[in-house]
């Protein structure tokens, strides 16, 4: 079977966490703490009604042996990953980050969030993990 992206669900929740993280953006702007913008986003996904878990523990395998766990900030709709960051600017760790958590969890859709920037679409980036 072909590569394929990952599915309407997944992008209907993708596109229903941006329209909220902008909301959450406009209101607070981009001065505050990683954990202000996480309470504020999950404060706003309640409102709208989707669902989601927070800080979910992700155990990390090496040759089939766990050898420690990571932490997601937001799981939507078990679907989607979600790394919240507060930054002036992003790096490649963040990306690389982002993509250990959806192979970790065997999902393929993350949005990497950076509320740190001016504008919120600036701060936004879909990672897609291929087979």
Not at 23 to 44: D, I, Q, W
Not at 101 to 114: D, E, S, V
């Amino acid at each position: 079977m072909g590569w394929q992206e990952p599915g309407e669900v997944a992008d209907q929740f993708a596109a229903a966490v941006v329209d909220a993280a902008v909301e959450v953006h406009r209101h607070l702007g981009p001065a505050f703490s990683e954990n202000v913008y996480e309470s504020a986003l999950c404060h706003e996904l309640r409102s709208r009604q989707v669902s989601f878990e927070r800080q979910v523990v992700v155990p990390v395998f090496y040759k089939g042996l766990q050898v420690g766990e990571g932490r997601i900030d937001l799981l939507v709709g078990s679907l989607l990953v979600l790394e919240l960051k507060a930054l002036p600017a992003l790096d490649r760790v963040h990306t690389a980050q982002l993509l250990a958590y959806l192979k970790a969890t065997g999902l393929r859709l993350g949005l990497l969030l950076n509320f740190g920037q001016p504008r919120m679409h600036s701060g936004i980036r879909r990672l897609v993990r291929t087979p």
